[in-house]
């Protein structure tokens, strides 16, 4: 949720006509600028344990090993950067129990920022990286995220899009979308007997709830789509390239219905409206 996370310190947005920063101005992120940031922040990551994954959203999309890196991207910037860590690694640093709730792995991340950054915990920690300059006569920011879960360098591939088509209609939750409305239509398996969840990067039996795999290889074989690799499912068009008759094809229903709907819904992107819109529809 770039910009929003810090709107109750006065800090948010320029864009946002619900909001007028008092405290200072969350800016985009150019990829000169996420460089610099991961430099800054990786050795203090590398205290807690672990020194985060940062190939995922757009801005991880600069990263010299993303998955798509030799395609390119057509990112120029982006509204925040996301670093994914990994709870057990930072726990077996920090001499945690091993039973420590995600809640108190998240604290220990956001008190290592505290003090010398401006950090705002909720569902995620949230860090506002001084920009050093000022926008408007606020101080300016740059937002980084950090989502603390388990196996959370598997569940990041999840994550990992490909931004080499520069004039697509689709973004990175239509993918995960797209991969459900897949999940859903197995061949030789009842419909709908698995869930895919694209946020938390799990495949988990519809009835019992129980996670099958986390693995994005393992997800993609068990889809069944001849000649549909991993490596093909970082955006929409390489999913429907491998799909006779593309997004016409019946397993691709359920994705055209979900796009319909939110095309209709017209929620401004990154909104909490939007977000849980969208979290239903991906959990489908």
């Known amino acids: 949720m770039s910009g929003n996370a810090f709107k109750k310190l006065g800090i948010g ?3 946002d006509p619900n909001f007028e920063p ?8 150019t990829p000169e600028i996420y460089h610099h940031i991961r430099q800054e922040i990786e050795p203090m990551l590398q205290e807690l344990g672990d020194v985060g994954h940062w190939r995922t959203g757009s801005s991880g999309s600069w990263h010299p090993e993303h998955r798509y890196a030799a395609k390119g991207t057509h990112r120029a910037d982006s509204g925040d950067i996301d670093v994914w860590l990994d709870a057990d690694a930072i726990k077996e640093a920090n001499g945690l129990p091993h039973e420590t709730a995600l809640p108190d792995v998240k604290q220990v991340v956001a008190d290592k920022f505290n003090g010398s950054f401006i950090v705002a915990k909720a569902a ?3 860090m506002a ?10 101080p300016a920011y740059y937002q980084v995220d950090f989502f603390v879960r388990h ?3 598997t569940i990041a591939a999840h994550h990992e899009h490909d931004y080499s088509i520069k004039d697509t209609p689709y973004k990175g939750v239509d993918q995960q979308m797209a991969m459900a409305s897949l999940v ?13 969840n694209g946020m938390g990067g799990e495949l988990k039996d519809r009835a019992t709830g129980k996670v099958i795999t986390h693995d994005l290889d393992e997800l993609v074989k068990m ?6 690799t991993s490596n093909d499912v970082g955006n929409v068009e390489g999913i429907l390239a491998k799909l006779p008759n593309g997004i016409d094809n019946p397993r691709m229903a359920q994705f055209k219905a979900d796009m319909a709907k939110k095309n209709a819904t017209k929620l401004k992107e990154g909104t909490a409206d939007w977000f849980r819109i ?3 529809k991906i959990a489908i």
């Open 129 to 138: 990286f001084p920009a050093d300059k000022e926008v408007n006569g606020l």
């Open 184 to 196: 859903n239509t197995i061949p030789g398996v009842p419909e709908r007997t698995y869930q895919y």
């Open 13 to 15: 947005p320029l864009d």
């Open 223 to 228: 889809l069944q789509v001849p000649g549909l």
């Open 22 to 29: 008092t405290k200072g101005v969350i800016i985009r992120v």
């Open 151 to 153: 196996k959370a360098h």
């Open 124 to 126: 995620e920690v949230h």
């Open 278 to 280: 969208i979290s239903r």
